[in-house]
């Protein structure tokens, strides 16, 4: 597995029913980021997990080709890799994937065809990191008592609070023409975001508690 830089923060506010109470008092800190905070009868509770440049478990992934002249490099089918010329394949001025924009994620320049027949490239199987995943969820919910020890709750929870695209896939394949050079179109896909992940979504709930 490849996992790194995970930042998690989460945060809960409590909101007395007068917008005038006594100010919040912080109760709780602790070293992983989370403070909790809370007000005297609490009536409206925020609570606000935040996941910023937060990565999957794994989120390597690497380079295919194929070519125009469907040239059979290894004698039946399949099997060799890319060639990487030393370039790095993610160090481009303009990177976003953007399939409306002119940007790539990937430098076409850092790839080359291999040179001929037995020629199996030198590429690893997985050697560059996908896009960040950027998100922030939110969740709110008021407490009803209704007698009994029974009580009433209304919830409403938002994820990816700010809509924050975040690409989930990426073109990894570059096609070469016989003379070895990329071929590179507007209809190309190398380099692209070729999926996302989900946008805002927003759901409501009620829990009745007896």
Known sequence: MSKIHIISISCFVGLAACASSPSLRAVRSDLRGSTAVSTPAPRLLVTGPVRLLHANYDRRAGVTFSTTDNFDFYGGGAGGRIVMTGVDPTGGD?????????????????????????????????????????????????????????????????????????WSGIGTNLQFDPAGQPVISATSTFGKATSARDPRIMQGAIRFNF
């Open 94 to 166: 303009n990177r976003d994937p953007n399939p409306d924009g002119t940007g790539s994620y990937l430098d076409w320049k850092a790839f080359a065809r291999p040179s001929g027949r037995l020629d199996l490239g030198n590429a690893p199987a997985r050697f560059f990191r996908m896009p960040w995943i950027k998100n922030t969820d939110l969740s709110m919910f008021k407490n009803f008592e209704v007698g009994g020890g029974k009580r009433l709750q209304v919830r409403w929870e938002i994820y990816n609070l700010f809509n924050t695209v975040n």
